[in-house]
């Protein structure tokens, strides 16, 4: 008898926060991990910490042809693919009045369109392996705050982009996970909240736990999108 071979997830974003605590959830349940992001150091740093085997791909997504040349490389190492983890994003916020083109684009280019592209090249390899689409999508995708035009379209779009990804996944045998979640403390908030705010936020080794066993879910179930947050508003101080 033959040995089953070890599940294949490719993580975007998968060196930092969200991303790197899918991976190490899906790695302690024996996973091997392609960890995408720009930063190789980051990369390699996050891959050491994995229990199962993983690798490390830096590449900047956004660039063309990226995303059809990880799926490629994946493929060519591990001859399958089974979840894809969109998790990379930039959260940059800005008032839609000063909203340039450039942020614009930044800001769909990686939120929503390498999604999109890096899907769209996986699309067999999953439909071969019975896979999973896993995307990190946000709060701000139903519950949009002033402020933060672009991103919020991103998110919008993201969501719906699962939605139909869910429903044409359905006759491919391809499982689509939408996850819209509130604050995770991550350092896309460096900067951006202070210590006392961020210790109120989900923890992202929780967020990944959770990916890691919706993933596990027989799958026979299919899995409506799903919001998160963190038990009380972060923003707000307790009570004394
Ligand atoms: N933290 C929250 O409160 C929160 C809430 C809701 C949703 N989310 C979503 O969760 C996802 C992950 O964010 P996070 O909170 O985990 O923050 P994070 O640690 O900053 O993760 C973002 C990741 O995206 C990668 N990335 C960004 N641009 C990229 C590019 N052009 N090519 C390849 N990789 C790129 C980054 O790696 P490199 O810099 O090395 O490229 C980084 O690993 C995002 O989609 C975010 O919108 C976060």
Known sequence: MTAQPAPVAVVTGGGSGTGLACASA?????????????????LQAAATTLDAPATVMAADLTEPGTPDRIIE???????????????AGVFDKAPASEVTADHWQRVLDINLNVVMALTRAGWEALSDSGGQ??????????????GNAAYAASKGGLNALGEVLRLEGRDCGIRVIT??????????????APESVRARMMPAAGVGELVA????????IDIDPIIIRPVHDPWVEPEP
């Open 26 to 42: 899906l790695s302690a349940r024996g996973t091997s991990c392609v960890l995408v992001g720009r930063r190789q150091e980051r």
């Open 73 to 87: 490389e994946t493929l060519a190492a591990h001859r399958r693919i089974d979840v894809i983890v969109h998790s």
């Open 133 to 146: 689409i896993v995307l990190i999508s946000s709060i701000a995708a139903v519950q949009p705050f002033a």
């Open 179 to 192: 996850l819209s979640p509130a604050q995770i403390d991550t350092e896309l908030w460096d900067g951006k």
């Open 213 to 220: 066993d919706l993933v596990g879910t027989d799958r026979r």
